[in-house]
């Protein structure tokens, strides 16, 4: 809670023949996060080199990258494919050598075919598109050509052009060009050509077919249908393999994949002529299994250590260690960032907090249930495939079953007022028919609650920078002043709240009691400045002067403290405008279209209410889209811009153990 | 000459007007202001983005940065109207 898992360094070393068995043995434990070793020459890493990848593994990558290769043509992978039952990877690594020939063959075979085809279809439709022309001329193809002293121009031409010397011509208009046709005596026809040129003349080559025109397109017509057909049968019948195989495909890329990361492992290895050293990270409860298994797989002969040297923290691996509940909520965090080390990880408030915030803007019963019912649909039709898209289903049921909760404490329920009156914060405005009798929303006090949240988030967020400064940098003057930078922070902001008490008084600007405190009548010292005053007072300068030690500039950042928390203003204006746009359509379909319907209904009466169910549906449609949205990011921009700036730096390395997490394969 | 008479009431239906105008105003001009704002900074987001999905987190924050602006707009006109 609130600190990334406790990680141990672990060193490995042995002589090179144990190196095939500590390598098996680490990628069956899983836990292990290999440091890579760079070669750069340190002292006392003379003659230490990268380890070459272990013997196989040139072959393990061919047989891989047919494998993918493969996929490409099923356009399937394995990310993209769920519910296959696990196979044993005995049998996996039987098909690899059985049947994976046959099928590359066959599926060799399948996409020459193919392309064949393509290549047929685009062919015929190239000599199609040559041939349409000339059907413009009543002549056949043979009269083109084989001639002694006359030669054939044709081409595309702007107009028709009056040509000086004895020709034959034929001319045809037509909408994407005029289409002509010269036979002239092989004497005049340069000068034929600069006549033609001058009106726009482009020339086309003339195709060497024989017959009527009509009948070669018919025959190449013939030959693309042909084609076409063999491609469709083609890609039927890759389909049809692709069905058959697909699982197998995925479970022999795992298991393959496996091999070639296990294979090339040595490459993040520091090796010498015979001995090898691996360096890594492992979470300290995992230590005796995996120093005990590491024995038993090479007969006592490897020599584990654990590193308890100073290391750089930012090297440590980072894993999460959150209750189970907060788990889902990890994936924010790593929208965001990784928590480093060393640094207070927030997931928890988060995971708490979140659904809290996201309850408190909708809050409404109905849209709560509509969001539990998405939630739950998508969950059912596994919509959201893999790790992040399930936590992300299980983040919205707990927002849906938040904003529930809220809801029938504000008394909502798609706009409308539930039987009781609301148990805090009335929130209904005054639109319709009863909005002369409406006393209007509680705005001030929520907007005051809302205060409240961004004064108790920012004073945690400047604590918990307290602590990460003292945790995270150097001892040192550098550290205390940051650290007393921080309190500066925590003290302007209360130095400001007393002073503002000090001098308005929450209680009659608005008539709320309870709600804020109210200093204005404390002692006054001289006049104008009471007890309270002065001490606020203090504090404000205490904190700027705390403040400006640490860096002059950061003076300039006060007015952020308004404006940071302000902005949890949000918590109560977007939520009340999600409550007018509701109210707006109940009004909009109830009191503008259907009611007056009902109360004399007729033929025009009956389309007045199908307008008005229309409306009413897409009105709350389109607000639970925006609930949805608003709930959802205004409630992570406060953590992320307001909550985690103020002490949050993160950037940590995902722990990341060597092993692969089996999909479709067990052992 | 004519003297321009006004009842209290029909003042008082004037002050809530002109708290009407001043609210739409605030958040208008408040929602104008905001959408410039993220205007560039959501085009180079999504630029970013598209070139490094580990940007989104980023990028999304500074997206929502200046929507604070909007929301002290909101502020504003939920304490001109309540």
Known sequence: MFQPKPMTHLLIAASKEQMTSVVTELYRHRVFHITDFVDQGKEGYEGVRIGTPLEGAGDLSTNLLKIRSLENVFQTSPETLFDVPKRPVESIRQAIERELPAIEAEVNDLTVKRSNAESRIRDSEQHIAELRPFALVPLEMDLYRGYDSITAIAGYIGSDVTIAVPHEKYYAARKDGNFIVVFVEKQHATEVERTLSDADFQSVTIPNETGSVQAAVDKYTADQTQAKAAFAEANAKISELKAKYADLLAACDEVLSGDVERAEAPLRFATTEEAFVIDGWVPADHIEPITAGLSQATGGSVYVTVDDGDVDATAIPVEYNNPSFAKPSELFMDVYARPRYNEIDPTLILAIMFPIFFGLIVGDVGYGIIFLILALFVRKMAMFRGEGGKNLVKILVGASISTIFFGILYSECLGYALPWHAVMFQRHLAIGADAAHATGPDAIPLLIMSVWFGIIYITVGRIFGMINHYRMDHAGKHRTKAIIGQFGWIAILWGLLILVWSFFSVEQMFGISGMMPDLTNSPLIAPGLSVSALAGLILLVLGCIFLAQENVLDLMEIPTIISHVLSFCRIAAVGLSSVAIAMVVNYLSFGMFIDPALANLDAVGVIMIIVGVLIFICGHALNVGLGLLGGGLHSIRLHYVEFFTKFYVGGGIKYNPFGLKRKFSEE | ?82
Do not use: N, S, W
Not at chain 2, 1 to 21: D, L, N, R, S
Not at chain 2, 43 to 72: Q, Y
């Open chain 2, 1 to 82: 000459m004519a003297i321009e008479t006004m009842t209290v009431e029909a003042a008082q239906a004037m002050a809530v007007g002109y708290k009407a105008i001043g609210a739409g105003l605030a958040v208008g001009l408040a929602g104008v202001g905001t959408g410039m704002g993220e205007m560039g900074i959501g085009a180079a987001a999504v630029g970013a983005t598209a070139e490094d999905r580990d940007m989104f987190g980023l990028a999304l924050l500074f997206t929502v940065l200046p929507e604070t602006i909007v929301i002290f707009g909101l502020v504003i006109a939920l304490l001109l109207l309540f």
